[in-house]
């Protein structure tokens, strides 16, 4: 297992603006692509955003417009930035890298903590 770090949560008013990252060793080396998922309290697990090897990107319906996913190959960092920012995007965030595009086994032997996300009204 290695360890990816999650960082960029933190507290901001409706309307907002916050940039996730996840640095992940070896990310770009092993052809990876990332998820980002959130989870708030007292909820499933979501989906909010992928991107593959080849920089396809998609997004669920809830963050479509507001979220944009990007990678720096160069820094093995993948960010999620996060626009128009409501109260109901509050949330646990974490990201896994994942073998679309054609990534190696080793895309699947990361793991972190996450970063949270707080939106006031």
């Known amino acids: 297992q290695v360890q990816l770090v999650e960082s960029g949560g933190g507290s901001v008013q409706a309307g907002g603006s916050l940039t996730l990252s996840c640095t992940a060793p070896?990310?770009?080396?092993?052809?990876?692509?990332m998820d980002w998922f959130r989870q708030a309290a007292g909820n499933q697990r979501e989906l909010i955003s992928s991107i593959s090897s080849l920089d396809i990107t998609t997004y669920a319906d809830s963050v479509k417009g507001r979220f944009t996913i990007s990678k720096d190959k160069a820094k093995d960092t993948v960010y999620l930035q996060m626009n128009s920012l409501k109260p109901e995007d509050t949330a646990m965030y974490s990201c896994k890298p994942t073998v679309w595009g054609g990534g190696s086994q080793a895309c699947t032997h990361y793991w972190g903590q996450g970063t949270q996300v707080t939106v006031s009204s």
């Open positions: 070896g990310f770009t080396s092993n052809n990876c692509g």
